[in-house]
């Protein structure tokens, strides 16, 4: 049932404000300044024994495993990373005792998501996953972890559950933060930043209409580049295969960082630019970038959180707190690739050669 959308991606986009106060639902200690997770299965000594966290996942569900582990290394100040499971799994990896692994998977079931929490619990190592379907595989297997509450996601092409990956990554990170060093005023802060996302994401689908302007003027590309620097480099990753899935029109994500050490190569008036620009302290940086495109006759369009002098559109979003900001920026860019994908008449649901879950190697 599409309760009156067009495509289930569609449905799914619309229900994330939804999706997002599920996972926060009954969670949050305002007392102590922190949230409960049921099934972690961590006491509070081991938590403060972590040395490291590795995230693995595939495809979006990686891409949300990146932010994860920038928003445990801000808040809880735990070195962490996120790799692809199945680089993971055939590079022989050191297996640390002192290393706290975490899967992320929306269905449970990914066959290289699954093959890994396999090897690292035949080494004897601790594995928490991060999971959509409840009593999936990688739920079963892991040791314990956290549900991502998203709700039935049918469309190949995951959004609403991205978006709670990366709000339960950030209760995470709240409740190892708070074990740790982060004060209880940080704690707050992010407890409210946490609670205004339902809202601001349903401002952010009002501005839907303008969005899908956007997306008509520049399906034409054959190809765009995607940037971000620190917490908006995830979300260029994101929206990029987002593109790329349901429009097919070619898209690679980069740092904005590294554009002078050759993607400043390909800018010209056919290949725009969707730029990610948070109202942070890397603000000046990501003008900059924008600047050297618009030099060189690119087309930009930006997510920011005021407009951008130098892009040809600006998206603008509501501000969050800065860690959080990156799990609103990405949502416009959602629609962004429906309606690319809308005008150029794909399969949206279904894109060509991809299936929901890959349970094989
Ligand atoms: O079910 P999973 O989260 O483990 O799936 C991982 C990927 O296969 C999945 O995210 C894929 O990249 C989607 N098509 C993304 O839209």
Redesign the pocket.
């Known amino acids: 049932d599409m309760g009156g959308h067009d495509t289930y991606m569609h449905k799914e986009i619309a229900e994330q404000a939804e999706a997002v106060d599920r996972v926060l639902r009954g969670r949050i200690d305002d007392r102590f300044a922190t949230v409960h997770l049921g099934g972690l299965n961590l006491e509070p000594g081991e938590a403060r024994r972590v040395r490291r966290i590795k995230i693995l996942?595939?495809?979006?569900?990686y891409h949300a495993g990146q932010i994860g582990a920038q928003l445990i290394e801000e808040l809880a100040r735990i070195p962490s990373d996120a790799e692809p499971a199945s680089e993971f799994r055939y590079r022989n990896p050191v297996v640390d005792p002192d290393t706290l692994y975490v899967a992320?998977?929306?269905?449970?079931?990914?066959y290289d998501?699954l093959a890994a929490v396999q090897e690292l619990k035949r080494k004897g190592a601790r594995v928490l996953g991060v999971v959509n379907v409840v009593g999936s595989a990688i739920a079963r297997e892991a040791d314990g972890g956290t549900y991502v509450h998203a709700g039935p996601e049918v469309c190949?092409?995951?959004t609403k559950?991205f978006t709670n990956t990366v709000v339960a990554f950030a209760l995470l990170a709240l409740h190892l933060g708070r074990i740790r060093d982060l004060s209880v005023s940080d704690g707050k802060r992010i407890i409210e930043g946490l609670r205004r996302l339902p809202g601001q994401i349903d401002e952010i689908l009002k501005t839907e209409p303008e969005i899908k302007k956007l997306a008509r003027e520049y399906a034409d590309a054959k190809s765009m580049l995607f940037i971000g620097r620190v917490r908006g480099y995830p979300v260029a990753r994101e929206a990029s295969?987002?593109l790329k899935?349901v429009s097919y029109i070619h898209a690679e994500a980069y740092p904005a960082s590294e554009l002078k050490h050759g993607p400043l190569a390909l800018i010209e008036p056919a290949m725009p630019t969707v730029a990610i620009v948070p109202d942070d302290d890397l603000l000046e940086k990501n003008r900059a970038a924008l600047e050297e495109i618009k030099a060189r006759s690119g087309r930009i369009l930006a997510v920011a959180h005021q407009v951008q002098e130098k892009a040809d559109h600006t998206i603008v979003v509501p501000k969050n707190e800065d860690e959080l900001d990156p799990i609103l920026m990405g949502i416009p860019l959602q629609l962004f690739a429906y309606h690319t994908a809308l005008a150029l008449g794909r399969d949206i649901d279904k894109p060509r050669n991809?299936a929901k879950?890959?349970t094989v190697e």
Not at 57 to 61: F, N
Not at 104 to 110: A, D, I, N, P, Y
């Open positions: 996942g595939c495809g979006t569900s992320v998977s929306q269905s449970g079931e990914t998501v190949v092409v995951s559950c295969l987002k899935e991809l879950s890959v």
